[in-house]
């Protein structure tokens, strides 16, 4: 997906999370953090196709974006079902599925894989051991950090790159300009995502992160 005619296209993150209310301020934080860095995010939110199966709206989106963010902590128990929630592990398999058995580009995909607990995945997803898995607990100022230092080994030699504590208080001076944003756009509920993604990108371009080599 390109940034804007005659510019060249951000890197892509593909964003593989949930969407319920109580997961929205890690949501709404990481979309923050990667656009903030300098990364464009990829959701299925992204596209309104009722003609297109959500799968398939997956499965293209991460055969183009060369890095993911996978959010596995909501992968439990539904306590309204009764039953296992495994969205995410399934979209978590098909990426790293492109990357062991796809082409030359796809065999460079980079993954972070999150959890509320670092090692509670072993409880459900065992297969997974051996990866790196973060915790967050649920934390948006860790996930912020997180999601900062990952993309920072991936930001190339020399680049300095402003640390999770600063981009975190950068995302709280977003945080108090949000409602006034939404306000003035008439969105009374929580903005969907290409929305939200809009409002950041513009607030971003007014202030972007702190020059990190400043002194």
């Known amino acids: 997906m390109a940034n804007q005619a005659g510019k060249r296209p951000l890197p892509e993150v593909f964003l593989n999370c949930p969407f319920d209310d109580a997961y929205r301020p890690l949501y709404q934080a990481i979309v923050f953090t990667v656009m903030a860095l300098g990364y464009q995010v990829r959701m299925a939110l992204e596209i ?3 003609a297109q199966s959500r799968l398939a709206k997956i499965v293209g989106i991460i055969r183009e974006t060369p890095y993911g963010i996978h959010d596995i902590s ?5 306590p309204d079902s009764g039953l296992a929630r495994f969205n995410m592990p399934l979209e978590l398999g098909l990426f790293l599925g492109a990357k062991a058995y796809g082409g030359t580009v796809q065999q460079r995909k980079i993954a972070l894989i999150l959890d509320t607990e670092r090692h509670r995945y072993q409880r459900f997803i065992s297969d997974i051991a051996g990866n790196d898995i973060q915790a967050h607990k ?5 996930v912020v950090t997180k999601v900062r230092n990952w993309l920072a080994t991936h930001a190339g030699a020399g680049t300095a790159v402003l640390g999770g504590a600063g981009v975190f208080a950068h995302y709280q001076r977003f945080l108090v300009d949000l409602p006034a944003i939404q306000d003035r756009l008439g969105h009374d509920d929580d903005l969907p995502f290409v ?3 809009t409002v ?3 607030w971003l371009a007014g202030s972007p992160l702190p020059d990190a080599r400043a002194s």
């Open 48 to 50: 309104e196709d009722s």
């Open 74 to 78: 909501r992968a439990g128990v539904d």
């Open 138 to 142: 649920d934390d948006p100022r860790n």
């Open 195 to 197: 929305d939200y993604q």
């Open 200 to 202: 950041v990108r513009h």
